[in-house]
């Protein structure tokens, strides 16, 4: 479900942001977001999320897209895309009794982990454990070369009587 209209247009809002305001080396986090919320306002915030979690076309697969996710996300975003996913999680319980849920981490970073732990934890617990008899699979595309640290934090956030679940299912292909 990429739309290379849509991700050009990302990328041209990305691009006119930073050459009106200086990339900082240091301190980026709130400039990070200050970008993402110039991207939310001109694109829209149903379009990016239908971009970042969706099912690939005619399959029980949910994907969640981190690349499309990183450039407009914030704290605010949190409840709209979260209540979205939950309704996608729904719609796949009716119609598929199961769901594969593959998330895409390319160009996931550690400081992109860290910015969005908050959000990550926010959504987790509201989608607390109510669909875990759903996710068949959760595979882990472009897993970079951290992602054993990304598990171990997951781990934390979600508590391990729900993590012991969720590895029992998790799948993760390194990036090549």
């Known amino acids: 479900m990429t739309d290379p209209n849509i991700d050009n247009k990302i990328q041209s809002i990305q691009d006119r942001y930073y050459q009106e305001n200086t990339k900082n080396r240091f301190f980026k986090k ?70 594969d849920l593959r998330i895409d981490f390319d160009t996931l970073t550690i400081t992109g982990f860290e910015r969005y732990k908050n959000f990550i934890k ?19 595309v472009n897993a970079p070369s951290f992602t054993g640290q990304i598990i171990s934090l997951f781990a934390s956030i979600i508590g391990p009587t729900e993590f012991t679940d969720l590895q029992t299912k998790l799948y993760v292909i390194s990036k090549k």
């Open 30 to 99: 709130s400039q990070k977001m200050d970008c993402a919320n110039k991207v939310l306002n001109e694109v829209g915030m149903n379009e990016l999320i239908e971009r970042t979690v969706y099912y690939k076309e005619g399959t029980n697969m949910l994907v969640l897209n981190y690349p499309v996710f990183k450039t407009f996300a914030t704290d605010d975003v949190c409840g709209p895309l979260t209540d979205y996913f939950i309704e996608l999680l729904k719609y796949g319980k009716k119609y598929y009794n199961s769901i």
């Open 122 to 140: 926010m959504s987790m617990s509201k989608i607390s454990n109510k669909y875990d008899d759903v996710i068949k699979t959760c595979t882990i």
